[in-house]
């Protein structure tokens, strides 16, 4: 109730001072709903399955400014467009959704404008019934000829091979034992290059020559 005095009341005082039995009925109105939220919550813990696929066909039914309302209430919303909140509000009375009938009823002595909060609330509810995304409509397949049938199979055919001959590749690759570790051959140093000392030829001895002298003639008598 605190927070229809310092929000709520004040307004409606500002609006409607001069207008006594219109300011009493909204005060009333607000009042009577606060103390009733208790029992509106429990009734409507109760009647969520009941109620699910009948919110959904009203808010289906519904107009775009009515669906963005219910996704974000908003007092702006309700105040520009309390035509479409009230009927909203008579659709839900109809299935007798939680607090829907005395907030409709309250609306339409005031106006949905006077009532800002118990229509937010009301909307709040409404909006846990409704999916976070909208769903897409799947399209419809492409529509393929014979031939490009056969091509395709034959590509999935090939594709599955090559996914299987890789399978094969990947377990003989696991399986196989790792190869020897690449032993580096010794260094062989180079020899050392002995060192040759030349050493100098020996002199050839000659024989001494032996000059014969030849024999002296006799002489002739």
């Known amino acids: 109730m605190g927070y229809w005095k310092s929000k709520v009341l004040p307004k409606i005082q500002k609006v409607f001072g001069k207008d006594p039995a219109k300011k009493a009925a909204a005060l009333e109105a607000l009042k009577s709903f606060d ?12 009647k969520q399955g009941d109620l699910q696929p009948k919110v959904i ?19 702006a919303g309700i105040k520009k467009q309390p035509v479409m909140v009230q009927k ?34 009301i909307f709040e509810k409404v909006s846990t ?14 529509v393929t000829t014979e031939r490009e ?6 590509h999935i055919k090939e594709a599955e091979v090559a996914v299987v001959e890789a ?20 260094k062989v140093e180079p020899a050392e290059t002995p060192v040759v000392v030349e050493t100098p030829p020996k002199p050839v001895e ?13 002489p002739k008598s």
């Open 35 to 46: 103390e009733s939220k208790e029992v509106i919550n429990k009734e409507f813990e109760e």
């Open 88 to 121: 909203f509000l008579e659709e839900l009375a109809k299935i007798e959704f939680p607090g829907s009938q005395v907030v409709s009823e309250a609306c339409s002595k005031v106006g949905p404008a006077l009532l800002t909060g118990p229509v937010i609330f």
């Open 129 to 142: 019934f409704i999916p976070t995304t909208e769903e897409t409509v799947d399209a419809p397949p492409p």
């Open 206 to 218: 000659v024989p001494p020559t032996h000059v014969v002298e030849p024999a002296a003639e006799e």
């Open 149 to 154: 049938g056969v091509v395709e199979e034959e």
């Open 167 to 186: 399978e094969k590749a990947k377990s003989s690759a696991e399986a196989a034992p790792p190869p020897p570790a690449a032993v580096e051959p010794p």
């Open 57 to 75: 066909e009203i808010y289906e039914a519904s107009s775009a400014e009515i669906k963005s309302l219910i996704k974000e209430p908003k007092e």
